[in-house]
C-alpha cells in the first residue's frame, strides 16, 4: 500500500524540481537585481524610487495593494536596524522591484506566457522562470513527475536558471544528488527481506531436526518390542540369535550416525551465529573503548588543555589568568529584531519549534572563539558534575553525550565532510580508531554537538565538504553552533533555526575584567580603570573584549601607554602589541636595542609580514603559503607554521596569532605602499575597506601624505570616469571638468582628505598635484572624521589661478554631499563656512537628504558666499510645520536676494514650502543673474501660477527651467508666458501626481500649443505619461515648427509611435536627433 504520502522516484522528480525553482529560482533572480541595483547602493537606489515604492505599499483608493509590510520593513528597515540588502527579499518581493523600478521591459509573449524559445532575453528568463513556477504547482496536489515530464521540464528550467548566472555544476549537482527518501526506504526493505529469508531458513532446519527426532523415536520403540519379543521366544528362537543380533547392531550404528550428522550441522550454525556474535561484540568494544579515551581527552581539552585558555597573544599561552572560567564574560547577544539574547537561552524553542542549529555573527575581536570555548567548556564541566553529583546548568539539550570544538582554522584540505571530524581526533589515535568514533557520531547524530568556530578563517579548499553539514545534507540531526564574521554564510542562513549577533560586552564587564587581570595589584587595576573612564575613545575600546585584553598586556608592559599616547584606538593599541612581541623576540636572542631604535630596527620584518597578511586577505585567507619563511620573521612570534596536512608532497602554510594583528599588519604594509607612490600596483578596494579601521594617515605620516594623495588620486582617475547621477548633476558641470563620484569607495575620499589635512599640516601645498585631484566630488559626510573635514576645506579653499582668470581655476568645482547624520551636521556647518570664507573654487554645490531645518542654516550660511554659483537642495522631509516652512521659505528668498553670484537654484526636491513659494518667487524676480531655475509647486494657487508665469514671461537670463508641477488642469497661464520666452532652451516638467499614479494621463494639451509657438527651447523632457495622442501632437509640431533637438517622454514605444517618429524622420523637416521614451520596462533610446 502506497499510504497518504508515498515516497518513490516520481515523487522524488518533483521535490528535485520544487528545489530547482525555489532555491535556483530565487538565486538567479537575486543575481539579476543585484545587477540592476548593486548591494553597496541599495539603499541609495530604494530611497530614489521611495515614492513609487510607497505607491505599492499603500496605494490610493480603488487600487490594488503590491507590497505587504513584511516586506515594505525589509526596503525601508525601522531606524537603528541594518541597511537592507537583496539576501532578504524573497522572489515576490524580488520581482516586484524587478518590474517597477529596473524598468524590465516584458517579453513580446508579456509576463505571465511562455516566452518564445528564440527569446533569449534577461525578461524572457524571468518569465519563463515564473510560468514553470505556476505549472509545477498545478501538480501540487499528487506532487510526482514521471521521468519523461521531469527531464523536460528540468531542461527547460536549468537552462533560463544558467542563462540568468546559476552555476551548471549547482544545477547538475542538485540533478545527480539523491533526495534521501527512497534510498532509505529501499534500504529498510532490503532489510525486511533479509530477515524473511533468514526466518524461513531457520524454520527449514528446525523442520529437519524435528523429523530425525521423530525417525529415532520410532526406531527406539521397534528396537525395544523386538527385544521384548525375542525375550519371550528365547528358547524357540534360539538358533537365530546371532543373526538378530548382528541386523539390531547395523540398524543402530546407521541410525547413531544419522543423529550425530543433524547434531553436528546444527552445531555449525549455533557455531557461525555466536562467532558473528563474538565479533560484533569485540568490534563494539573497541568502538566503545576508543569512545571512552575520546571523551576523557575531550573533557580535559575543555576544562583543563589549550581549549580551555583564551590566549589573545603567543606568550601567554596555559597562562594561568587567561583560564576561560576566570577570563570569560557573557557578551550581549542580540536577535535579528534587536532584543537581548541570554547564553543559557540559546536553543529555546522559537515560534515553538525546535532550535538545533544557530548561527553566531561578530565583527573580529567581540569574543566568538571564547564564547566557543566557554560553551564546551561548561559542558565539559557539567560531564564531570554529574559524576560528582554537582548541580550544572547545561546550554546545549539534555540528549547531547557529546560535543565537539572545530576551529575552522586548524582545518586543512578537507575533501569530505568526515574530514572535520577526523582532524578533530588527536593524531596519535590508530586510523581504526578514528573511523570508529566517525562511526559513532554518524550512528549517532541526535546525541551530538558542533561547535564551529571562525567559518570566514575557513579555508576555501574546505568551505564545499563543510557546507555539506551546514546545508543540513550530513548530521541533519545534529546540534550545532556556528560563528563567523558577518556575511560570510548570507547563502546558508536559511539553514539556521536561528540567526544572532555577538556585539561585544559593556563598560561593567571591562572593570570586571580589569580587576580580576590585576586582583594581586588592586593600584595598577585602579589606575588603569581611571585612564579609561575619562578617555572616552577607550571606553569604546573596551567593549570589544580582544582590545580589552590586550589593553591589560599593554599596561602590565608599558604603564606610561595610556599617557604617552596623545590619542588610544586600535592602531596605538595594536602599534604597542606589536612593539611588546618584537621586545620579547630581542630578550629571548639576547640582543642589544634601545626601545627608541626597535620600531625602525625591525620595520622591514613588520612590512615583510605586513605583504604576506595583505597578500592573504585579497584572498579572505588566515593563512598563506610560503616556500622559504624567513626563520627570522618565524621566530619573531607573529605567525605559527601549521601543522602539515599530508605526508607527502606537503605544503607549508603559516597563520597569523589572530585576525587583528593580521589586519594592522596588513594596513602598515598598505600604508608604506602609498608613503612611497607605489599605492596603485597593490590597491584592492576589498581589502581596503577592512583596513578603514585603522588610522591610515598617521601611519603615512606628514612627510609622505602629499606622495598617497598623488597615488589616490590616480586610482580615482583611472577607476572612476562616471556620475552616479548624471541626470541630477551633469547640467551643472562646465566643460573639461573632471568627473570622480563615490558609490563604492566613499572611504578613498575620506583617506585623501585626510592626507590633504596632513599636507596642510606640514605646509606643503597642492601646487605639484591639484590638477590631478578630481573637479567633482560626490561624498557621503556620516563617514567622515574631523581630518577628513579639515583636509576637505583646505582642498575647497585651494586654487590655481591662470591669467585668463577665474574659470581656468584647478581645485574642486563641483560637491555632491549625502547621508548627513546628526552627528556630522556641524560637519556640514564647517564646510559651507569654509566655501564661504576663503572665496573657494566651488562653484556648485548639491546637498541630499537634510531636514528643512538643516536647510534654513545653510541657505542663511550662503546668503554672501561669493565663489558658488550654483546650489541644488533636497529635503529628506515630506511634511513640516507651518512656521518651519515660512522660515524656510524667507531664508531662501533672503539669499536669493543677496548672493549676486548664483547662477543655479534647484529647489525642485523641496516639497514642503507650499503657499510660502510665492516669497521665494518674489525673489527670484528680483534676481537677474540666475541662469537655471528649478522649483516644487505641489501647491498651485493662482497667485503663485500668475508670479511664475510673469518671472517666465519676462526672463532674458534664465536658460534652463525645471518645474514640477501639482494636479491642475488649468496651465495656461504657464503655457503662455513659456511661448513668449525667447532664453529658456531646457525645459523639464514633471506631474507631480505622476508619482502617485503614473499609468494615469494627465492634461497635457498646453504642451503642443506652447511648441507651436515658441522655437527656442531645444530640449523638452516630460516626466509623465502622454500617451500615443500627445506624442503625435508633439511630433506634428516639429514637422510644422521645428525646434526640439531632444525629447524625452514617459510612454512605451508602440507601432503608432514608432511609426509617427518614421515619418518625421522622413519627412527631413526636423532638427530633433534623439528621442528618449522611458517606461517602467526600461528606456528606449531613438536616434534620428
Not at 571562525?454 to 563543510?466: H, I, M, N, V
Not at 595589584?521 to 575600546?541: F, G, M, Y
Not at 531662501?892 to 510665492?918: F, R, W, Y
Request: hydrophobic content about 40%.
Amino acid at each position: 500500500m502506497a499510504g497518504l504520502f508515498p515516497v518513490n522516484k516520481d515523487s522524488e522528480n518533483f521535490a528535485k524540481l520544487s528545489r530547482l525553482l525555489v532555491d535556483g529560482g530565487t538565486q538567479a533572480l537575486r543575481g539579476v537585481l543585484d545587477g540592476f541595483l548593486p548591494p553597496s547602493s541599495l539603499s541609495t537606489q530604494l530611497n530614489h524610487h521611495y515614492k513609487t515604492l510607497h505607491s505599492l505599499w499603500c496605494p490610493p483608493r480603488g487600487k490594488r495593494k503590491i507590497l505587504n509590510n513584511d516586506q515594505w520593513d525589509k526596503l525601508f528597515p525601522k531606524h537603528g536596524l541594518p541597511p537592507p540588502t537583496s539576501k532578504d527579499f524573497d522572489i515576490t518581493l524580488i520581482v516586484v522591484l524587478l518590474r517597477n523600478i529596473c524598468l524590465l521591459k516584458p517579453p513580446s509573449s508579456g509576463w505571465d506566457s511562455l516566452p518564445a524559445s528564440t527569446d533569449n532575453s534577461i525578461p524572457a528568463h524571468i518569465a519563463r522562470i515564473k510560468f514553470y513556477r505556476n505549472k509545477l504547482y498545478g501538480h501540487v496536489n499528487n506532487a510526482a513527475f514521471d521521468d519523461v515530464e521531469f527531464e523536460n521540464y528540468w531542461k527547460e528550467i536549468s537552462t533560463a536558471l544558467i542563462a540568468l548566472g546559476i552555476s551548471s555544476d549547482e544545477v547538475n549537482d542538485l540533478k545527480s544528488r539523491p533526495s534521501g527518501a527512497t534510498d532509505y526506504i529501499a534500504l529498510l526493505q532490503k532489510w525486511n527481506e533479509d530477515e524473511l529469508d533468514l526466518f524461513k531458513k531457520t524454520q527449514e532446519v528446525r523442520k529437519e531436526v524435528q523429523g530425525v527426532s521423530h525417525e529415532v523415536q520410532d526406531l527406539k520403540q521397534a528396537m525395544n518390542s523386538q527385544i521384548q519379543g525375542v525375550g519371550a521366544d528365547v528358547q524357540s528362537v534360539q538358533q537365530k540369535v546371532e543373526g538378530v543380533g548382528q541386523s539390531v547392531n547395523e540398524k543402530f550404528h546407521v541410525i547413531a550416525h544419522e543423529v550425530q550428522t543433524i547434531r553436528q550441522e546444527i552445531q555449525e550454525i549455533k557455531d557461525g551465529k555466536i562467532g558473528q556474535g563474538v565479533a560484533e561484540s569485540d568490534e563494539l568494544a573497541k568502538r566503545d573503548k576508543a569512545m571512552d579515551k575520546w571523551l576523557e581527552y575531550l573533557l580535559s581539552e575543555y576544562t583543563t588543555g589549550e581549549a580551555s585558555y583564551i590566549t589573545p597573544l603567543p606568550w601567554l599561552e596555559f597562562e594561568s589568568k587567561f583560564n576561560v572560567q576566570k577570563m570569560f564574560k557573557e557578551p550581549k547577544i542580540v536577535t535579528e529584531d534587536e532584543s537581548r539574547l541570554n547564553m543559557c537561552d540559546l536553543f529555546e524553542p522559537l515560534n515553538k519549534k525546535r532550535v538545533s542549529k544557530v548561527l553566531l555573527e561578530g565583527n573580529p575581536g567581540v569574543g566568538k572563539t571564547s564564547f566557543c570555548k566557554n560553551l564546551v567548556h561548561l559542558w565539559a564541566l557539567r560531564v564531570q558534575g554529574n559524576k560528582s553529583n554537582m548541580p550544572l546548568s547545561c546550554i546545549f539539550p539534555e540528549e547531547i553525550k557529546v560535543v565537539l570544538l572545530l576551529h575552522c582554522r586548524d582545518i586543512a584540505n578537507a575533501s569530505d565532510w568526515r574530514d572535520f571530524l577526523r582532524q578533530a581526533i588527536p593524531e596519535n589515535y590508530s586510523d581504526e580508531d578514528k573511523e570508529r568514533i566517525v562511526r559513532y557520531i554518524c550512528d549517532n547524530e541526535k546525541s551530538v554537538a558542533l561547535v564551529i568556530d571562525g567559518y570566514d578563517e575557513l579555508p576555501a579548499s574546505s568551505r564545499k565538504s563543510l557546507n555539506t553539514i551546514l546545508s543540513k545534507k550530513a548530521l541533519p540531526q545534529s546540534c550545532m553552533v556556528v560563528t563567523s564574521r558577518k556575511n560570510h554564510l548570507s547563502e546558508l542562513k536559511n539553514s539556521f533555526d536561528r540567526t544572532l549577533e555577538i556585539t561585544g560586552w559593556n563598560f561593567d564587564d571591562a572593570k570586571e575584567l580589569f580587576t580580576s587581570y590585576f586582583s594581586s595589584s588592586p593600584t595598577v587595576a585602579h589606575n588603569l580603570l581611571r585612564h579609561v573612564t575619562i578617555k572616552q575613545e577607550l571606553r569604546d575600546l573596551v567593549c570589544n573584549p580582544l582590545y580589552a585584553s590586550m589593553l591589560c598586556l599593554v599596561f602590565e608592559d608599558n604603564a606610561e601607554y595610556l599617557t604617552s599616547q596623545r590619542h588610544q584606538d586600535i592602531t596605538s593599541l595594536n602599534k604597542e602589541i606589536l612593539f611588546c612581541i618584537t621586545k620579547r623576540h630581542i630578550k629571548r636572542k639576547g640582543l642589544e636595542v634601545e626601545d627608541c631604535d626597535l620600531e625602525e630596527r625591525f620595520k622591514d620584518w613588520h612590512l615583510a609580514l605586513g605583504k604576506y597578511a595583505y597578500e592573504a586577505l585579497k584572498e579572505n585567507k588566515l593563512s598563506f603559503t610560503a616556500m622559504e619563511l624567513p626563520k627570522d620573521l618565524l621566530d619573531l612570534g607573529v605567525v605559527v607554521k601549521n601543522k602539515a596536512p599530508k605526508k607527502i608532497r606537503c605544503e607549508v602554510t603559516y597563520s597569523f596569532l589572530h585576525k587583528s594583528l593580521q589586519d594592522y599588519l596588513a594596513a602598515l604594509f598598505f600604508a608604506d605602499c602609498f608613503a612611497k607612490g607605489e599605492g596603485e600596483e597593490f590597491f584592492s578596494f576589498s581589502v581596503f575597506h577592512t583596513l578603514c579601521n585603522f588610522d591610515l594617515v598617521s601611519m603615512i605620516g606628514t612627510a609622505k601624505a602629499s606622495t598617497a594623495v598623488k597615488s589616490l588620486a590616480n586610482i580615482l582617475k583611472s577607476s572612476f570616469n562616471q556620475s552616479r547621477n548624471p541626470d541630477a548633476m551633469m547640467r551643472y558641470i562646465p566643460k573639461g571638468v573632471s568627473v570622480c563620484t563615490l558609490v563604492d569607495y566613499d572611504y578613498v575620499i575620506k583617506l585623501m582628505c585626510e592626507c590633504l589635512h596632513e599636507v596642510k599640516c606640514g605646509d606643503q601645498g597642492l601646487d605639484g598635484f591639484v590638477q590631478l585631484l578630481p573637479q567633482h566630488v560626490s561624498l557621503k559626510l556620516y563617514l567622515f572624521s574631523s581630518k577628513a573635514v579639515s583636509g576637505l576645506c583646505y582642498w575647497l579653499s585651494y586654487g590655481t589661478k591662470s591669467k585668463c582668470g577665474r574659470d581656468s581655476m584647478e581645485g574642486l568645482k563641483i560637491l555632491t554631499i549625502s547621508d548627513i547624520s546628526p552627528e556630522s551636521e556641524d560637519m556640514l556647518h564647517t564646510i559651507i563656512n569654509s566655501c564661504r570664507l576663503n572665496n573657494s573654487v566651488c562653484e556648485v554645490l548639491e546637498i541630499t537628504g537634510i531636514s528643512v531645518q538643516l536647510m534654513i542654516t545653510v541657505v542663511r550660511a550662503m546668503k554672501k558666499d561669493l565663489s558658488i554659483k550654483g546650489l541644488r537642495l533636497s529635503s529628506s522631509d515630506t511634511a513640516v510645520d507651518a512656521s518651519v516652512a515660512s522660515a524656510a521659505a524667507v531664508a531662501i528668498a533672503e539669499m536669493i536676494i543677496q548672493n549676486k553670484v548664483l547662477e543655479i537654484v534647484d529647489l525642485s526636491n523641496v516639497p514642503t514650502l507650499g503657499d510660502n513659494t510665492c516669497c521665494v518667487l518674489d525673489a527670484i524676480e528680483q534676481n537677474k543673474s540666475l541662469k537655471r531655475l528649478g522649483l516644487h509647486l505641489e501647491a498651485n494657487s493662482s497667485e503663485i501660477i500668475t508670479k511664475l508665469a510673469r518671472i517666465v514671461g519676462q526672463s532674458e537670463a534664465i536658460i534652463k527651467l525645471r518645474l514640477g508641477i501639482g494636479d491642475s488642469d488649468d496651465n495656461t497661464e504657464i503655457a503662455s508666458a513659456l511661448a513668449s520666452n525667447k532664453s529658456i532652451k531646457i525645459l523639464e516638467v514633471e506631474h507631480l501626481a505622476c508619482r502617485e499614479r503614473y499609468s494615469q494621463y494627465f492634461n497635457f494639451s498646453w504642451i503642443p500649443e506652447l511648441l507651436t509657438k515658441n522655437t527656442v527651447i531645444e530640449q523638452l523632457a516630460l516626466g509623465f505619461p502622454i500617451g500615443e495622442k500627445g506624442i503625435s501632437s508633439i511630433i506634428d509640431t516639429q514637422m510644422q515648427n521645428p525646434s526640439i533637438k531632444s525629447l524625452d517622454i514617459v510612454d512605451d514605444l508602440s507601432v503608432k509611435v514608432s511609426r509617427r517618429i518614421d515619418a518625421l524622420s522622413l519627412s527631413g523637416s526636423h532638427v530633433l536627433r534623439r528621442v528618449i521614451l522611458r517606461s517602467h520596462n526600461g528606456s528606449t533610446t531613438i536616434s534620428l
